[in-house]
């Protein structure tokens, strides 16, 4: 898809974990793409509260795109308003904000997508951690057994979907979007927000979402099925006869 990933993990790479560590200062200056997905830690050598601060946002280049789907403090939000409000052009995504369940309401109609700290809440997930914690328990007490996954999950909205030909990034949003197109949390926040206890309610009464892997996609070229799998996607190569 021409995407070139970097990597920064500063654990990791102290420990000397394999894989092409960059700095952050690297990240910032060649990333048109920021996203984070670190725990929160409020202080120590890996501190992640306010990684993104002040001076970070103010190098994001012209147009880059930050993503925030970790932990809402990560993020310092009033410096991002700051940046947004002064008419300095980036895109913005946020799942998660500082002062949950109470948001910066001004935060939110300045970003492009915003959600209620939602990122990990589809079936698969919340299946994928019960089956984790039973497991865990039978093996404690003595007792060991494996649940498959798919035995605790209905069936999908699509049986199968037949794609030719190669994959482009068209195709790829349409397939995406097959599954879960994110404006669809993004507009219930937005009317709601900054009303007591909203924010909450739209976690507690979440509508069912499935991740790619619930998608059977059928390719006739055998890079778009081998790049479908690696994205996530139940993706098959069937040569055309």
Known sequence: MGIRTLLCDPPRAARGDEGDFRTMDEVVEEADVLTFHTPLYKDGPYKT???VDETLIRRLKPGAILINACRGPVVDNAALLARLT????????LDV????????????????????????????????????????????????????????????????????????????????????????????????????????????NYLERREWSSLYVMCDDASAAALLQKLGFNAVHHPAR
């Open 86 to 93: 002064a008419g300095q052009p980036i895109s913005v995504v």
């Open 97 to 204: 904000w500082e002062g949950e369940p109470d948001l910066n309401v001004a935060l939110l109609d300045a970003v492009d997508i915003g959600t209620s700290h939602i990122a990990g809440y589809t079936l698969e997930g919340k299946a994928r951690g019960t089956t984790q914690v039973f497991e865990a328990y039978s093996a404690f007490i003595g007792r060991e057994q494996h649940v498959a996954l798919e035995t605790l999950l209905p069936a999908p909205e699509f049986g199968r979907i037949t794609l030719h030909g190669p994959l482009d990034q068209p195709t790829l949003k349409r397939l995406a979007h097959l599954v879960y197109d994110v404006r669809r949390d993004d507009a219930p926040l937005r009317k709601v927000a900054g009303i007591p206890g909203e924010f909450d309610k739209l976690r507690k």
């Open 49 to 51: 509260l306010h990684l």
